[in-house]
């Protein structure tokens, strides 16, 4: 089995970081550039090829329709949820689809799985590429403020990709993990991250037990549609504005243009983390030139009420966990934006004390993500996590309340058991409805699940159905049925509100295959073919000219041995066998590669392959 | 009180383990109806000391959590969820001192939430009759757009009312948890026990109504 990865698949960009075995370091893994940051932006070339990463990032400014960033905020959720989000992203839907949101790249259709999938099989390839090897199992991190729907589509995404996605890791949880390992701090943390589209913040107690280390979190709160993006779009719309009042020039019909401004807004952003004074320039296509000139002091008054906002789940969640915030012993700062020094002056001063920023924002989660994946492939233990459901469950009762089964801050695995009968004579099946959230109305939170219990027909009140929920250690609910009569256990359907059938996975998986290049063995059988190819041709005509006479007859015999060995593995397809067999025949024919060059320059090429020569 | 010996699922050994086999080391089954006490070794007392609570559950967490099935078999990945969750759950229950007193009732037979669960406990009906209608008056004064601040006041002072006597049910809920566990020590009678789980049970249902009442109250200052 292969080696197993963690993965970091942000709003903004995407990490993949292994745990060293040597150093028990971890460690994130560059991509073709050299960066370990893979934008997570996915692009549509008119050939039919996808492109992923950075080449796609380029693609927003000159195909933007071909284009799509910042999908992570469309997982999990259907049509109706993200009318808010439409006016503000330029995210182009499927007005058909009812439910199910399938964006469009160019003129095919996508789900938020299928995009994330694209993104998760580039860094799938970013490790194979290093590792030399095939990946596939993965440990990846979400928002802790993910609700099910989002982690189930997370985890579908893992599907399409061709990974086994082993955990789902609390983005926080994972950052802890990865300062834990680094400073070995203990007792209470508090971590706060605030990502490029969400915001979370957890409380986690560290302990020491003679066994190992404990990482318990207490609580957890946040705000998925909280990040980076907000404060970006917020200038977007300020500065879109600025250019129709000076310019007479709306650039919102040219998709172009915008992502042009997005990318000189966010340098200016960046800007002003470091300096006080930073400017936005756009030239329009009458030639004139936009300029906008940005005070550190302005950039802060504005996003003030952004910062603000994320200061409430802060509070919640130390209520939750029973803390002041003087009884928080550390804090942890994660995400890119957590670089903006206003957010660090208002973290600071609320906990009264400076927050740890040792380690790299963007790369601490996936360091987190490789200790787990550590964990869990080696069994070699001296760790453990022990996270928390962030939002209640509930099911649906009369009047369209919500009765709370699992309560939010539970430890998981949890579950609850609720006991179902008939109201009527000969009723045959019992409607349950599954939510999630704080709120006591049905139709304020969030609808998981709805299913039908099927009863055998009897008098009312006389059957007797358990029905256990369990949120199983990634926060994803789980749920069986037992007749209690006869022990029977029912089996329960459960199709998420808001989610993909398995056989639509299949499906999507099955295309992902066409649209992803070759699988890495696959790659690899190639390469060593064709690398025997040159090898094998170079040495048949060597043995062909004169100056293998002079070959001894065991050298003569271990050659003919070894290129009969190589023809027939290259037959196969075992890559690794394929290269055995190449470099076996290259130290067979070291000797003859040396007559072939005619003694007059033998030393300078001694060691040479024949394929070389 | 004797168990019967327990025989491995996995290799039908007897073996003597409370949580791994003794003889194959495969995760076993929780015992047939083991409660939330038995699970962490502890008598059915009411006062539970939550220091060992807490090591007893993350001993029992480091023993049976999912991480460590990850490479094992289907059956015991399915075990070590069900085993695990049961720990959560207990540990959960068990250091909430009110839920702990409402899954010991459950637990024996005794927890009854009154046929009238909205149904104002006798002598509060007056205060709360007030209350109910300045919470009328405020809602009728905020949709007509009046001033709200005297009737804020007056339910302000409802509220911290109400939460005194929650603070008493609290007190009462303790003596009463404290008697129990005296009974339990002294081995005392069913007749004994009953009347103090029939005590611990009309102060839940008390408890849970005047709570419910402060919520309300706090939703609707909050609101205006």
């Known amino acids: 089995m292969g080696r197993i990865v963690g993965i970091d698949l942000g709003t903004t960009n995407s990490l993949v970081a292994y745990t060293d075995p040597q150093t028990g370091a971890p460690k994130c893994m560059p991509g073709p550039s050299g960066s370990t940051l893979c934008p997570s932006v996915v692009s549509l070339d008119p050939d039919g090829s996808i492109i992923v990463g950075e080449p796609a990032r380029r693609r927003l400014l000159t195909q933007s329709e071909r284009s799509i960033y910042s999908v992570k905020r469309l997982m999990g959720r259907g049509v109706a949820d993200i009318q808010s989000e439409l006016k503000i992203f330029p995210f182009r839907i499927d007005t058909t689809s009812k439910n199910v949101i399938r964006i469009k790249l160019g003129d095919k259709f996508f789900t938020p799985p299928e995009i994330s999938a694209f993104i998760l099989r580039e860094l799938k390839n970013w490790a194979e590429a290093y590792f030399g090897d095939t990946v596939d199992r993965a440990v990846v991190t979400v928002p802790a403020y993910f609700n099910d729907a989002q982690r189930q589509a997370t985890k579908d995404a893992g599907k399409i990709a061709g990974l086994e996605v082993l955990r789902l890791v609390n983005e926080p949880t994972a950052a802890a993990l990865a300062y834990g390992l680094h400073e070995k701090q203990r007792g209470k943390v508090a971590v706060y991250d605030l990502g490029g589209g969400t915001f979370d913040i957890s409380v986690l107690k560290l302990i020491s037990t003679g066994e190992g280390d404990i990482y318990q979190v207490l609580s957890t709160n946040g705000d998925t549609h909280l990040g980076g993006d907000d404060i970006d779009n917020l200038f977007m719309r300020h500065l879109q504005q600025e250019i129709v009042d000076q310019h007479k020039f709306d650039i919102g019909r040219h998709p172009e243009l915008v992502q042009e401004l997005r990318k000189g807004f966010i340098q200016a952003k960046h800007q002003l983390s470091e300096k006080d004074h930073a400017e936005v320039r756009l030239t329009l296509p009458s030639g004139a030139v936009y300029w906008s000139g940005l005070t550190r002091a302005d950039f802060e008054g504005w996003i003030r009420p952004i910062v603000d906002r994320t200061m409430i789940p802060v509070k919640l969640a130390l209520a939750d966990a029973h803390l002041a915030p003087a009884e928080i012993d550390e804090v942890v700062l994660v995400g890119g934006t957590t670089r903006t020094p206003l957010i660090r002056a208002t973290v600071q001063e609320y906990f009264g004390r400076k927050p740890h920023t040792e380690l790299n924002p963007d790369e601490v989660v996936a360091l987190g993500a490789a200790v787990q994946a550590n964990i869990l492939e080696r069994g070699v233990k001296n760790m453990l996590l022990l996270d928390v459901t962030p939002l209640s469950l509930g099911i649906e009762t009369y009047g369209g309340a919500v009765a709370k089964v699992i309560p939010r801050n539970s430890t998981i695995p949890a579950s609850a058991q609720e006991m179902y009968t008939t109201g009527v004579d000969n009723q045959t099946g019992i409607d349950i409805h599954v939510l999630q959230g704080e709120r006591e109305l049905a139709k304020d939170c969030r609808s998981l699940a709805r299913f039908t219990l099927k009863v055998p027909p009897a008098p009312a009140g006389l059957p007797r159905i358990e029905v256990r929920f369990l949120i199983d250690a990634n926060g994803i609910l789980q749920v069986a049925a037992k007749d209690l009569r006869n022990g029977q256990q029912h089996s329960v359907e459960v199709q998420p509100s808001y989610g993909i059938s398995d056989t639509e996975i299949e499906r999507m998986l099955e295309e992902s295959i066409e649209y992803a290049e070759q699988d890495f063995s696959e790659r690899q059988v190639i390469e060593a073919r064709t690398e025997s190819e040159a090898i094998l041709a170079a040495t048949q005509k060597a043995l062909a000219s004169s100056t293998s006479a002079a070959l001894s007859t065991e050298e003569r015999a271990t050659i003919d041995q070894s290129v009969a060995a190589l023809t027939e593995s290259v037959a196969g397809n075992d890559y690794k066998l394929i290269r055995k067999r190449i470099d076996e025949l290259n130290q067979a024919t070291t000797h003859l590669a040396e007559l072939v060059m005619n003694g007059a320059v033998s030393t300078a090429l001694q060691g040479r392959k024949l394929a070389e020569v | ?224």
């Open chain 2, 1 to 224: 009180m004797t168990d019967p010996p327990l025989v491995c699922w996995s290799c039908h050994e007897r073996t003597l383990g409370t949580h791994f086999c003794s003889s194959c080391g495969k995760l076993q089954k929780g015992r047939h109806g083991t409660d939330y006490y038995a699970l962490f070794g502890m008598p059915r007392k009411l006062s539970i000391d939550l220091g060992s609570l807490e090591r007893e559950f993350l001993q029992l967490s480091w023993k049976l959590h999912p991480d460590n099935f990850v490479n094992a078999t289907e059956q015991e990945r399915e075990l070590s969820l069900q085993r695990s969750s049961e720990v959560n759950d207990a540990y959960r229950v068990l250091r909430d001192p009110v839920a702990r007193v409402e899954y010991l009732l459950e637990l024996e037979g005794a927890r009854k939430e009154g046929e009238h669960k909205q149904q104002a406990p006798p002598e509060l009906l007056e205060e709360v009759f007030e209350l109910n209608e300045s919470l009328d008056e405020l809602r009728e004064a905020k949709e007509a757009g009046g001033d709200l601040s005297t009737l804020k006041a007056r339910l302000e002072s409802a509220q911290k009312n109400f939460q005194q006597k929650l603070g008493e049910v609290d007190q009462q809920l303790q003596v009463a948890a404290q008697q129990w566990d005296a009974a339990i020590e002294a081995n005392a009678g069913d007749s004994d026990r009953a009347a103090i789980k029939v005590r611990l049970n009309e102060l839940l249902n008390r408890r849970s109504y005047i709570r419910n009442l402060v919520n309300n109250v706090a939703k609707e200052l909050t609101e205006s």
